[in-house]
């Protein structure tokens, strides 16, 4: 029996999708044409039942020539009033009136009085209808996230946004929880691009690390149609190669998080001289106690004073915390499971602070019982540690390009304000900074937007440009800069000699109303880098000078495999990479196994960094570890999105460990897992 439901979905397109929707209202009466996309990508959205996409595929030429792959919004008591001002000290001239902002994220609670004022419309790619309202309960899981970048962007009543007077534009392309898919992603920044957007928020993001995945070309193109795209560069660090797509492409601005000036408590064993670093989890009571807690794992011995360890599981986060409160906890720490730093949320509601702590943190305090007092630390001006860092691979681009504040940010959610954490926050905090240069220089490129915020950048001490790229944003140095220096984030490569010869080329504007010397500071002299730099120049108003940067390279010679650093124009920092042979580099990411509607297939699809000789995916169940089947076996690979076409085989009903092989043409083998559930994909 054919199922009647109908289905609201978006479809790629071979060709002009306008002759393919015309075909559809000619043949196919019962299908409602939601929308068609053709600036950036080739797409229909269409309202239909099962019985009549059946009739379509037969009749029509169209197919998905990727699967869809999940993005998620980048979450990891600072008010916005505070964040704002630690960005800009002094109130500037300009507001950002006048400028469109388009947000492609959740949707917008335009009801929020602090919002109402400055939004001006939008789509959601979700429903397919004008009002792209964030998810409400009765949809799911609801969400806030598009309204805390909006208040960060544009928030005007009881908390001011970076651009107070700017055009806010939802575009909600996640939907309960927050996730959502490329092809959505995509349609919601061609939406942006036709409806005239100055500048378009994206703090949402994948675990693809490569410059030509699709949604990686979609927002260049969106940047080629005059549109500045700020994204964010994710939340998996502080391990490097973590940048996910879209942040990798190109011509975007990929933004990672700092740290405004917070206060962040810690543990402290005064016998033992020991710090315990905590990361309070959002939505949970502040750390404010005035005496000494006890810290145990022991649940039968919890006091009124006690400080409560539980490891990281399967268990929500804010199920450990009610559990917690329930037996009379003061607090509670999860320690993880796993090496490293981790984030986490409860329930805004969760009376008791819960925070999160490392692995070996919390083996210490098991094995170290007794009380520890609660201290404070201010820390301001520093990368976080969930913020992703760079490089990009095939390209070996920078990323982030710029940092701006990310850690604890409150701002405007459904119902009233939340303080949350993520490159998510960071994100807007640029597009704010855009949205007040796009005013005071309405005729500029994004080209030229982008140069202004990264030429006038501050670099944080004791982190590396691909921690942070330029650095810092400083936006009144950004309004007042004379000069942009365009592609100022030197690129050398991938090293494969002992000695190579590398030109990277930069082009310096003048802006100024008089003419401008330049000259480069000369670097420390180092064995493995020596530089040949242009000599001194002048540039006359309103001139621009293409420069070439040269370096001869002794990879033989280093001990690490990565080097970088900064070099200094005219006291501009800018930033310089190379890898070499030596550095150990990710082959492949990113599988994805979707069911392709109408076929008894599935869909693969992951991103290869380097040919390989062979290419093999094996299924394993994921609680018995036994394996089960060879899904992939090829040969013979070049670099890219790799994706085909497989049987669907009845038995995949359960959730399975995805065991990913790469063998390179040198012989050496690479793996990687993921976990996919079998039936739906």
């Keep these: 029996m054919v199922d009647p439901t109908e289905y609201s979905f978006i479809i790629e397109v071979e060709g ?72 800009i000290p002094e109130p500037l001239s300009f507001t950002g009136k006048g400028v469109k902002v388009g947000i492609v994220d959740t949707g917008i609670d335009y009801t929020h009085p602090d919002l109402q004022v400055n939004y001006s419309g939008g789509y959601d790619l979700v429903d397919f209808d004008d009002d792209p309202m964030e998810s ?29 007077e700017a055009e806010l534009y939802a575009y909600r392309a996640l939907g309960p929880g927050g996730t959502g898919t490329s092809v959505q992603v995509m349609a919601a920044i061609e939406k942006a691009v036709k409806d005239g957007m100055d500048i378009i928020n994206l703090s949402l993001g994948n675990a693809i690390n490569g410059p030509d995945w699709p949604t990686s070309v979609a927002v260049n193109r969106a940047t080629e149609q005059g549109v500045t795209v700020v994204i964010a560069n994710g939340n998996t660090g502080p391990d490097l190669w973590t940048v996910g797509s879209p942040a990798t492409a190109n011509q975007v601005i990929s933004v990672g998080a700092s740290t405004p000036r917070l206060e962040l408590p810690f543990l402290y064993d005064r016998f033992h001289d020991e710090k315990i670093e905590m990361i309070p989890m959002q939505g949970s009571s502040n750390w404010d106690f005035p005496r000494d807690l006890e810290v145990t794992d022991k649940q039968e011995e919890i006091q009124n004073d006690t400080i409560l360890i539980m490891d990281r599981s399967e268990i929500p986060f804010a199920q450990l915390a009610l559990e917690a409160e329930k037996k009379g906890a003061a607090a509670l720490l999860i320690a993880n499971n796993e090496e490293g730093v981790f984030q986490g949320a409860v329930d805004p509601n ?121 650095g810092k944003i400083d936006p009144k140095a950004a309004l007042e800069t004379d000069t942009l220096i365009h592609q100022s984030l030197l690129q050398f490569g991938k090293i494969t000699d002992n000695s190579e010869h590398k030109v990277s080329k930069l082009t310096v504007e003048n802006i100024s109303d008089q003419a401008q010397q330049y000259a480069f500071d000369l670097p420390v002299q180092d064995q493995d880098i020596r530089f040949q730099l242009p000599q001194s120049f002048t540039l006359q108003p309103g001139e621009r000078k293409e420069i070439e940067v040269k370096a001869t390279i002794r990879s033989g010679q280093m001990e690490e495999g990565i080097k970088q650093g900064y070099l200094y124009l005219n006291d501009t920092p800018i930033p310089y990479m190379f890898l070499t042979e030596a550095h150990d580099i990710p082959k492949a990411m990113g599988l994805e196994l979707t069911i392709t509607p109408l076929e008894d297939t ?60 790469i063998k390179t043409n040198e012989n050496q083998t690479y793996q990687y897992q993921t976990v996919w559930e079998g039936g739906t994909g």
């Excluded at 409400?136 to 107070?164: C, D, R, Y």
């Excluded at 913020?387 to 405007?412: C, D, F, M, Y």
């Excluded at 290869?608 to 570890?625: P, Q």
Aim: hydrophobic share 35%; glycine share 6%.
């Design 350 to 470: 969760t009376s008791i602070p819960v925070a999160a702590i490392s692995q070996e943190d919390g083996k210490w305090l098991k094995e170290n019982p007794g009380y520890l007092s609660i201290d404070y630390e201010e820390i301001q001006d520093t990368v976080t540690e969930f913020s992703s860092r760079g490089p990009v691979t095939v390209n070996w681009a920078i990323k982030p390009e710029i940092v701006a504040p990310g850690a604890s940010i409150l701002s405007t959610v459904p119902g009233g304000y939340q303080a949350l954490s993520g490159t998510s926050m960071a994100a807007p905090h640029v597009a704010g900074v855009l949205a007040l240069l796009k005013e005071a220089h309405p005729d500029w490129t994004p080209a030229q937007l982008k140069a202004a915020i990264l030429t006038t950048a501050n670099p944080l001490e004791n982190f590396l440009p691909i921690e942070q790229g330029a």
């Design 16 to 87: 002009d999708p306008n002759e393919f929707a015309e075909e559809i209202e000619t043949y196919h009466h019962n299908v409602e044409i939601l929308a068609i996309y053709d600036t950036i990508f080739n797409g229909v959205a269409i309202k239909t039942d099962q019985h009549n996409l059946e009739k379509i595929k037969r009749r029509t030429n169209f197919q998905q020539t990727y699967s869809v792959q999940e993005y998620q919004t980048q979450l990891s008591q600072t008010n916005i009033n505070e964040s704002v001002p630690f960005l």
């Design 602 to 661: 599935y869909h693969y699809q992951l991103y290869l960094v380097e040919e390989a000789d062979k290419l093999t995916i094996d299924l394993y169940d994921a609680k018995t570890l036994e394996f089960v089947t060879t899904l992939v076996e090829r040969t013979e690979l070049k670099p890219g999105v790799i994706e085909g076409e497989i049987e669907q085989q009845e038995q995949l009903q359960n959730q399975y460990i995805a065991n990913i092989t």
């Design 136 to 164: 409400t309960a009765e949809q799911g899981m609801p969400t806030l996230h598009g309204s805390h970048v909006a208040g960060v962007i544009g928030a005007n009543g009881q908390m001011k946004g970076v651009a107070p």
